[in-house]
């Protein structure tokens, strides 16, 4: 992606048309501009899909491309849409581990974590320095960035009786 043309979107989503929520809508949260730009560049599950998805296979929405995804917010908005595609959190651990996340047993689909509030919460972590970064690395700027994160990790929060998603946080460990 060239940056002017990333940075022509930004102007866009700030000063002349804010993109809907999308299918399913993505909860109205950190709205920075970045993330608006992924609203707009990932309307729906199926923006979110490699090219050669086979939506005939029960597994199809384990294939997120990964290959289109260049920040944290596109990861966000493109993990909410295919994993709020699911019934419940039983999906959840298969999902993840199917994006190359490791999901431990205490955080996982069988035994979420409980918030206070009741909240559930499943969890996974990718390891970059062993794997590689999960978004491409083009350009100066973008490898060297690449190289500064040893880890990712996501959260999904589930409604109190795991039927709903309410969103999918990611942060980078950075050395």
Not at 19 to 36: F, H, N
Not at 48 to 58: E, F, G, I, T
């Amino acid at each position: 992606m060239s940056y002017g043309y990333y940075g022509g979107k930004l102007l866009w989503v700030s000063y002349v048309s804010e993109p809907g929520l999308g299918t399913p809508p993505v909860p109205l949260r950190k709205m920075s501009a970045a993330r608006k730009v992924a609203l707009m560049d990932f309307p729906d599950v199926a923006s979110c899909l490699s090219r050669n998805a086979d939506k005939a296979s029960p597994n199809y929405l384990e294939q997120m491309d990964w290959d289109r995804i260049n920040n944290v917010s596109e990861a966000e908005v493109c993990m909410f849409r295919l994993l709020a595609s699911y019934r419940n959190i039983s999906h959840a651990t298969k999902w993840f581990e199917a994006q190359g996340f490791t999901v431990p047993k205490s955080f996982s689909s069988a035994r979420p974590n409980i918030s206070y509030d009741g909240t559930q919460h499943v969890h996974g972590s990718y390891s970059i320095r062993k794997n590689g970064p999960k978004f491409p690395t083009r350009g100066v700027f973008r490898r060297l960035f690449g190289s500064i994160p040893y880890g990712m990790n996501s959260a999904s929060t589930w409604s109190k009786d795991g039927t709903q998603l309410l969103r999918v946080d990611i942060s980078l460990n950075i050395l």
